[in-house]
């Protein structure tokens, strides 16, 4: 596999207008991850309000890892371990304070599920706490309270021009301390010195002998540039600035439209063939989904076969001690449908429509069956695949029929 590392941005880009992930997008994603290729969500957002999302996109299934705070934290996303971190020095924050009072600045941080900040009632602050479904804590003394070194500190106010005056005065000043930088027109952040994604990213790339040319990198905003640029392939969503897209080697679709998918499609699943992914990769992929809890072992795989094997065991016997005709059935659907997933072009997704067997004899309980299935028909809109079952002895045990729609991802 050429890529091994695909790292996404999440407002703007993963995430349409309404904050959500398209069904076309989350399709494409979980395919990719099936195929071995790793997601990370990188984002300024704080790890709280991604854990949904990478829930969401299967992370922890497929061993993919969350960057929040804009490079603050990089954590893995299967079982919550903190890999990388930075802080800023809490004897910061008394000076911070100080510079945004005389501003007439609104102050928050981040801890934890607890959003702390001096301006409950400000609209912005407001909003960033319902996006990552964070509490809110009023301190009206905020350096004082937040005894804590927080990773990152936001500075929030409609005067753009003001905001960029002490964004100018902190690179001088803070210069080596703390950076300093606008992620909105209304936001200030500021973060430990040298974060920001792509230092992060780097970092990751370390701890998992991953190379820049097997990175995918998607974003849309201005903090997304050095992780583009970092990247082997740098893609810059449709709706991002012009000075973005002018740093990238593609420019896709905009959110609104599955730019995230259609570049998946055409920079990782047009090069897919089954000839890619090991047998050992596939059936370690699934062992969280319904095969996995039957015991199915896939053994064979091409464009037009594929076999599997089922244990006859108490997951799968009926309670007299003999295969049971359900779990037959799964295990045809289940060759049937990687089948059809092989077959499909980067634009389509695959739904069981029909299964119907015929039940032609027994296998009995410390027996292990195997399914065989060949393409019968490979239409554009539908597949039907003939699955035969065996046992150990190859006596034939069921003939199954199992029909799949294709149809375009929206």
């Known amino acids: 596999m050429k890529y091994k590392l695909l790292v996404l941005d999440v407002d703007g880009t993963l995430l349409d207008n309404s904050k959500e992930i398209s069904k076309r997008t989350l399709a494409a994603l979980v395919k990719v991850q099936q195929m071995g290729v790793r997601v990370v969500l990188a984002s300024g957002r704080p790890t709280y309000g991604l854990m949904p999302l990478a829930k969401t996109l299967e992370l922890g299934n497929y061993g993919g890892y969350i960057l929040s705070y804009n490079g603050c934290q990089v954590i893995n996303a299967k079982d919550g371990t903190l890999l990388f971190e930075r802080r800023i020095n809490p004897e910061m924050l008394p000076y911070l304070e100080k510079k945004a009072r005389k501003n007439g600045f609104s102050m928050f941080t981040y801890n934890e599920n607890i959003l702390v900040t001096n301006d409950p009632d400000n609209a ?67 973060v430990p010195c040298g974060i920001d994604k792509a230092n992060t990213l780097g970092a990751l790339m370390e701890m998992l002998g991953v190379k820049s040319e097997e990175v995918i990198a998607i974003g849309d905003g201005v903090c997304d540039v050095t992780m583009i640029q970092m990247a082997g392939m740098g893609v810059a969503m449709g709706n991002a600035q012009e000075s973005v897209k002018r740093c990238a080697e593609m420019v896709t679709a905009s959110n609104e439209e599955d730019g995230v998918a259609i570049a998946v499609e055409k920079t990782i699943l047009t090069d897919f063939r089954p000839e890619n992914i090991s047998l050992d990769h596939l059936n370690s992929q699934a062992q969280h989904a319904l095969m996995g809890n039957l015991g199915i072992l896939y053994t064979y795989v091409s464009e037009d076969r594929v076999e599997a094997t089922m244990p006859v065991d108490y997951r799968t016997r009926q309670p007299f001690g003999i295969l049971h005709g359900g779990a037959t059935l799964a295990l045809a659907e289940t060759v049937a449908g990687l089948g059809s997933m092989v077959l499909c072009q980067p634009d389509e997704f695959v739904v069981g429509m029909q299964v119907s067997g015929s039940h032609i004899s027994s296998a009995h309980e410390g027996d292990t069956v195997r399914a065989v299935a060949t393409i019968v028909h490979k239409g554009r809109s539908s597949h039907v695949w003939n699955v035969d079952v065996f046992t150990s002895t190859n006596k034939l045990v069921s003939s199954i029929r199992v029909v799949n729609s294709v149809m375009k991802k929206r």
């Not at 912005?124 to 005894?147: C, G, K, P, T």
């Not at 990152?152 to 301390?177: F, I």
């Open 124 to 190: 912005h602050i407001q909003y960033e706490a319902q996006l990552n479904n964070l509490e809110i804590v009023r301190e009206d003394n905020f350096s004082i309270a937040v005894d804590f070194a927080p990773c990152k500190c936001m500075l929030v106010s409609d005067d753009e021009e003001a905001l960029v005056g002490l964004e100018e005065h902190w690179k001088r000043r803070l210069a080596g301390t703390l950076d300093a930088f606008r992620s909105e027109s209304h936001f200030l952040e500021v």
